[in-house]
């Protein structure tokens, strides 16, 4: 792979309006993009034979609402080299308002289930993704949890789910009562 | 007179398998629509015991998330400490001595070995055959007793401390040891009779399953699984951490990535797990387990703590409140090759005593992704061995 400035300058000439910076720390790349083209940039790390990045290990979110960022959330995306074992993280900068972006299933098929779980616990949309339902909360759950701004203990969970009202004097009892 | 073959009108039944099915080891529902004996088409559905680990982390301190993550792949707990405290450690720029990656290693090695027999065991028993999981459970059972002399705790270990161990190898282990590697070869051997070249189990586990090089690739697989579908790819190797580079031992290759080849290839590893333990206690450096105690990343030795006044601030320093570890703004993910596969923990710190944000990659969660594509033209007794070999604990798929 080519080393940071070099690869910084091949991603700006590539995505002069979205590529934002590479950050260094602890020997992890991180390259920054804004969402529309991440998933442009994904591709031309997966394809390009200078990067050939073709293992996505994983797909994860970030909520930077009481760190700070250039947005809001960030799609973190793990990719791995396996032919030269070589790791890079993209992240993906994600707005508040309607958090959305191309879904990365055309890629790889393991972001079915991950950005699932993105949708689930941090409510961003992929665009293009072919099932995009909650995977770990009920169907019917209303939040995000893994937001920020979600409390540990919970928002109204209770009354979220649907309450099973005894009947009194049901058929058990009558039974019960007669004994 | 002629017969006429009456043609009968067949609509696809929906089953429901699960979540709480003998087979299913955890909550796992599928729901099925099957033609006859063969599954057209399955739709997993995982979250019944989602119990929100990764929001918790937020709210601990990085040796208290230790004790949650023991409570994820519960079958080899001590994988998932070392997983995570490497991720803490790589984010404050620690090494560990020599000694402490060893004893990791070494407890990593026999957690793989207790979560192989018992995959291997229980997936035998989804398909019928018991001894193979009670003969497997004799040796898990000395493993867990080398794991309570060792830390006290034999299924929840929580034996790592970021910066080091919770304490020394007791002077009895080794011996132990010595005395469990000279042995265990005896059990694999007995599974290996038992099951590979078995009639019964051949026909329920050859062909069955299948998944493909590339497609293993496209769906994230690692670990045995991968590794049966001939991805050449083993993170101890590739990408030692903790050390793995000292030690000489093979990576088992598969070639058809079908229910059979992910068994060898766990009863291999298995082999080379205990080549590895060998190695370790051989080459075992003397020294301390933890990092300098000057560092201020781990707690002063008791003596210290209790009858020097520096001693006591050391201590008081590392476990108050908003002192004591504390990162430098920025994130970690070190890969570890745990029994199922590639686990991670991705730790983003914004400097303060917690996590800002703890994510697992969970390697039960991205295999098992995978179900639907390897249930096709399967049948529905195929879906036990199949599930059993992906070998989901659902406490890391829906942590």
Known sequence: ?179 | MTLEAKELSTDNLVLNFGPSHPATHGTLRVIMEIDGEVVTKVTPEIGFLHCGFEKLGEHLDYNQYITVTDRMNYLSPMCNNVAFVLAAEKLLDLEVPKRAQYIRVLMCELSRIADHLLQIGMQAVDVGAFTVFLYGFRLREWIYDLFELAYGARLTTSYTRVGGLMRDLPDAFVPAALELLDRAPDTFKEIDGLLTHNRIWLDRARYIGPISHDEAISYGLTGPVARAAGVDYDLRTKEPYSSYEDFDFDVIIGSNGDVYDRYLVRLNEMRESLKICRQVLEKMPVGPVNVDADSKYVLPPREEMFNSIEGLIHHFMITMENQGLTPPVGEAYVPTESPNGELGYFIVSDGGREPYRVRTRPPSLINYSAFPAMMENMTVSDTVAILGSLNVIAGELDR
């Open chain 1, 1 to 179: 792979m080519l080393p940071k400035d070099q690869l910084a300058v091949v991603l700006k000439e590539k995505f002069p309006d979205s590529f934002i910076e590479i950050t260094d720390f602890r020997d992890m790349l991180t390259v920054h993009i804004r969402s529309e083209q991440a998933l442009d940039l994904l591709r031309t790390l997966k394809t390009d034979p200078r990067f050939a990045f073709n293992f996505l290990a994983d797909i994860t979110a970030v909520d930077h609402l009481e760190m700070g960022g250039p947005a809001r959330f960030a799609v973190v995306y793990h990719l791995l080299n396996q032919y030269e074992v070589q790791r890079i993280v993209v992240r993906a900068w994600v707005d508040e308002e309607q958090p959305s972006l191309p879904s990365a299933y055309p890629l790889w098929k393991t972001a079915d289930w991950q950005e699932r779980e993105v949708y689930d616990l941090f409510g961003i949309e992929f665009s293009g993704h072919p099932d995009l339902r909650r995977i770990m909360t009920p169907d019917d759950f209303q939040h995000h949890p893994l937001r920020k701004d979600y409390p540990l203990q919970g928002r109204g969970e209770r009354s979220n789910f649907p309450v099973v009202k005894r009947r009194i004097g049901s058929k058990w009892q009558e039974a019960k009562s007669v004994q």
